[in-house]
T-cell receptor, first 115, second 110 residues
């Protein structure tokens, strides 16, 4: 069964460093998403992406964040200068449509720890 | 600001019980309401609801949406220990923005 993959599974970085989280969505999917979940808190939407453009972004997704689809398979989330409060589990998801029957498939997540 | 509220926040039942989980929402440009099950890590999709009054079923799980009253319920009948998880409700807008609730932590005891 096709699945969304994410690398690395765990990333430790120092405050102020840049990190890039990588995702490989399901191959025929067209819509891509990033979410984060701080330990013990709710899942929070960051950004949706379609046709090489951001469709929607949340208030969390400020200038420190960017997304890119550098090639036909990868979808990345970059955090330019990490802060302690960026420590969270970051989930990538993809879907083949925004249409009525779409389902978002989540990847296993990358745990980001900022020290 | 879009808001999704789930209740109860936690629930402990015994195997064989039936549970009802609630989700209310206030969302601009609402498109759909989704239910997920989250065990150790990533959420897994259960249902997507877009129309009022149409029940979706998958085995022992079912869900329904009321767009007039702005809520949805998730029912689980004949619960099993494997149903223990956090159940998440999320609203989606036309542009694909999701707002999640805090989740309901369900514990099913043998």
């Amino acid at each position: 069964e096709p699945e969304v993959t994410q690398t690395p599974s765990h990333q430790v970085t120092q405050m102020g460093q840049e990190v890039i989280l990588r995702c490989v969505p399901i191959s025929n999917h067209l819509y891509f998403y990033w979410y984060r979940q701080i330990l013990g808190q709710k899942v929070e939407f960051l950004v949706s992406f379609y046709n090489n453009e951001i469709s929607e972004k949340s208030e969390i997704f400020d200038d420190q964040f960017s997304v890119e689809r550098p090639d036909g398979s990868n979808f990345t989330l970059k955090i330019r200068s990490t802060k302690l409060e960026d420590s969270a589990m970051y989930f990538c998801a993809s879907s083949d449509s925004l249409a009525v029957n779409y389902e978002q498939y989540f990847g296993p997540g990358t745990r980001l720890t900022v020290t | 600001e879009d808001k999704v509220v789930q209740s109860p926040l936690s629930l402990v039942v015994h195997e064989g019980d039936t549970v009802t989980l609630n989700c209310s929402y206030e969302v601009t440009n609402f498109r759909s309401l989704l239910w997920y099950k989250q065990e150790k890590k990533a959420p897994t999709f259960l249902f997507m609801l877009t129309s009022s009054g149409i029940e979706k079923k998958s085995g022992r799980l079912s869900s329904i949406l009321d767009k007039k009253e702005l809520f949805s319920i998730l029912n689980i009948t004949a619960t099993q220990t494997g149903d223990s998880a956090v159940y998440l409700c999320a609203s989606n807008t036309n542009a694909g923005k999701s707002t999640f609730g805090d989740g309901t932590t369900l514990t099913v005891k043998p």
